[in-house]
């Protein structure tokens, strides 16, 4: 099983941390699991300020987690460094990009991981694995020492086995930061986005871990959501060749699903990118008015149930979860049973900006009502 890109000996009795090699970590080099970065990378001279910041709270630095290469895929396929085995199903994907640190967290590895999430890369190999990830607000955690993909996009968060584990990393990376309150009695708007597909058990699934935990719920249906997902695409592609296409000068050394994915974005013009941000803020608005009348908005995390190893560019796994990248909000994804299969699925929770607290704090209480 390939999880680790670099595994540390450490010492001492904090919690053990592991880190995605898209964040600089002193000493060792980050290598995004590309080997057009790894051959030319050396050892980072400091950590990232998110590190930094976990190492001031106790956390131990287990090791680099695998990835797929670049972040820029979400189901966790690479053929470089290997992609790691999914634990609940070793014939299907682990899901990405941040899937050594989700694989890392389900065995037990590490007691708490960070991840990094531009489309759902925290998010999906949490629903993927069967444990749970949170993509914090856009800009609450810095991204300096991260490899950037689409900075409009780009946050850091922390994945783990339940939600204790999610606010202990959130402490990590924000000194003060405590669990919040929710009010069971509220209700929680339950989003259908028009035209997407989504699996029947796992709606259903997500009914029923709310009304496991007292949650009372009224549909929403989103007609916004493939404009939304247009946007999103377009920002990861436009924003992202900008940011990588020096890379474009050593061909051989990225797959070719990688490479093709960068020169896409040299399609994007600045005009295009224009638009997509003024989609952004018609998301915002559209988001912002159902906060004034919900705390939580809940749906799946992924459309289907992790696609077998070999199947998985017949699914769009971001599907669900990009959206809420493109908002900026926090977003919370948390393994629930489903009905009639070994698989579990995963709930969805978004709170509006910089409520993480509020987020958690509801997680644990359907974890707890599910448990």
Not at 4 to 23: M, N, S, Y
Not at 44 to 67: C, M, S, Y
Not at 131 to 136: C, E, F, I, R, S
Not at 346 to 366: D, H, M
Request: charged share 20%.
């Amino acid at each position: 099983m390939t999880i680790w890109l670099e595994k540390f000996t450490t010492q001492g009795d904090g919690p053990r941390l592991a880190v995605k090699d898209a964040i600089d970590v002193a000493g060792s080099p980050t290598t995004l699991a590309c080997p057009v970065i790894s051959e030319q990378a050396v050892a980072a001279e400091r950590d990232a300020p998110v590190v930094a910041t976990a190492r001031r709270q106790g956390a131990r630095i287990v090791g680099k987690t695998n990835l797929t290469e670049l972040c820029r895929a979400a189901d966790g396929v690479n053929p470089w460094t290997g992609t790691p085995e999914n634990p609940l199903d070793a014939d299907r994907v682990p899901g990405g990009s941040s899937s050594g640190s989700a694989v890392a967290v389900a065995l037990g590895e590490a007691d708490v991981a960070l991840g990094t999430d531009t489309g759902g890369s925290i998010r999906v190999p949490a629903a993927c694995c069967g444990v749970a990830g949170l993509k914090t607000t856009h800009g609450r955690v810095p991204v300096d020492g991260v490899f950037p993909l689409a900075t409009s996009l780009d946050a850091v968060g922390p994945l783990g086995p339940d939600v204790a584990a999610l606010t202990l990393g959130m402490t990590l990376m924000e000194p003060g930061f405590a669990p919040g309150s929710f009010d069971a009695g509220a209700m929680i708007g339950r989003l259908r986005p028009m035209g997407m597909p989504v699996a029947p058990e796992l709606d259903a699934a997500v009914d029923a871990a709310l009304h496991a935990a007292g949650l009372i719920f009224a549909d929403e249906p989103v007609d916004c959501w493939s404009a939304a997902l247009d946007a999103g695409n377009r920002l990861i592609l436009g924003e992202g060749f900008r940011a990588h296409r020096s890379l474009l000068a050593y061909p051989d050394r990225m797959s070719e699903r990688i490479r093709r994915r960068i020169e896409r974005g040299e399609r994007i013009t600045d005009g295009m990118l224009d638009e997509a941000y003024a989609t952004r803020e018609t998301l915002r608005e559209f988001l912002d008015k159902l906060f004034e009348r919900y705390p939580l908005l809940a749906l799946p995390t992924i459309t289907q149930p992790p696609p077998r190893i070999g199947a998985e560019r017949d699914v769009d796994l971001t599907a669900l979860t990009l959206p809420f990248n493109l908002s900026g909000d926090p977003a919370l994804a948390l393994p629930i049973p489903v009905k009639g299969s070994p698989l579990p699925g995963s709930l969805q929770l978004i709170a509006p900006a910089n409520e993480e607290a509020r987020l958690l704090a509801a997680g644990t209480l359907i974890e707890t009502a599910l448990r």
